[in-house]
């Protein structure tokens, strides 16, 4: 008899087992492809990382640094990355070239990218930079940035400056002098770079002179992943904005787990005041995190298409969606 209810107990426990088993479902592997190496911007990502959000969602996440971060749209939409990291004007100029992506949710609601000065230059706005020479890194779209910047302050265009080609080295020639200006840097990095050399700077915000309010990074899916896998673009998103959500709260939190989970690799210097700036710059102005609007996507794309950088509008709808936010 002892056998028997021995035996009956060993059947439940298997039958638990087996059960708990059929119940647990197995980790997505998943690859996000950045924008550029780890810093400020991806603060959320680390937090959403450290605190298991993603690991909540049953995805087994890797978050890495492409060796050419350009090349992010094309390989998310050649399913190379699940997804990626990138930037609303690039993306609307590669659909302009038959890539398959869409933005799934905006992290930073308006643009970085600068012109900046040192403050003892007086060299304060557009119109100031008349026979001025300025660092750049060689982007076609930042000449074109110019050129509205410039317009929009009563000169003829980019004309009327002299553009320099440094690459992405923009502090040095400009602390150093050989240069009066550096357009391409960012707000939350090259600012601060500059202060922390001793240099003041001002700051010409490309919003503030002519050029169509933008979002500097946005989340990327195939076309074909947002059609065929929405339950995995909604775990991923629900993740993302938990993360978020925490750094906007608390940014300070997200630099200590992205110097953890870096190795102390970055800058600390620049990093902890430069997600400070961004902070207020992650949710829109009634406070929401990844929201974008149709406003936005068409007006930069109009912009794109008056200047000469596509030759037709396309639609919204094919550039982003709101589907996945909540």
């Known amino acids: 008899m002892k056998f028997k209810y021995l035996s009956i107990v060993l059947i439940l426990v298997c039958s638990i087992f087996v059960l708990s088993c059929g119940n647990t479902k197995e980790d997505t592997k998943v690859k996000l492809a950045l924008d550029w190496y780890p810093n400020a911007n991806h603060t959320g990502l680390y937090i959403a990382l450290e605190k298991g959000y993603f690991q ?15 090349t992010v749209l094309q390989t998310v939409g050649a399913g190379q990355d699940d997804f990626g990291i990138s930037y609303q004007p690039d993306l609307i100029l590669a659909k302009s070239k038959n890539i398959p992506v869409k933005s799934i949710l905006a992290f930073v609601q308006h643009p970085l990218n600068i012109i900046m000065t040192l403050e003892e230059s ?30 929009a302050d009563g000169l003829q265009g980019k004309q009327e400056v002299e553009l320099i080609n440094t690459g992405y080295d923009l502090v040095p020639p400009l602390i ?19 202060e922390n050399e001793g240099f003041p700077v ?102 794109l298409f008056d200047t000469g950088q596509i030759t037709s509008i396309p639609e919204t709808n094919s550039l982003f969606t709101n589907e996945f936010v909540k």
């Not at 995805?59 to 492409?66: A, G, K, L, N």
Request: charged share 25%; with cysteine; hydrophobic share 35%.
């Open 176 to 194: 150093g002098k050989t240069v009066d200006a550096c357009l391409g840097c960012y707000l939350s990095h090259e600012t601060i770079m500059a």
């Open 56 to 70: 909540d969602e049953n995805i087994d996440i890797e978050i890495y640094t492409p060796s050419d971060p350009s």
């Open 122 to 151: 007086n060299i304060t706005r557009p119109s100031d930079l008349k026979g001025k020479k300025i660092a750049y890194p060689g982007i076609p779209l930042n000449e074109n940035l110019l050129d509205t910047l410039l317009k």
């Open 202 to 303: 001002n700051v010409m915000r490309m919003e503030k002179w002519g050029v169509p309010d933008y979002y500097e990074l946005v989340l990327v899916a195939s076309d074909e992943m947002i059609t065929n896998n929405k339950d995995l673009v909604q775990r991923m998103t629900r993740a993302i904005s938990k993360g978020y959500n925490d750094a906007v709260s608390n940014p300070k939190e997200g630099i200590d787990n992205l110097v953890k989970a870096t190795n102390e690799e970055i800058d600390q210097a620049i990093e902890y005041p430069g997600v400070e700036l961004l902070a207020p710059l992650w949710v829109d102005n009634e406070g929401r995190f990844g929201v974008q609007t149709e406003e936005k996507w068409a007006i930069f794309s109009k912009w």
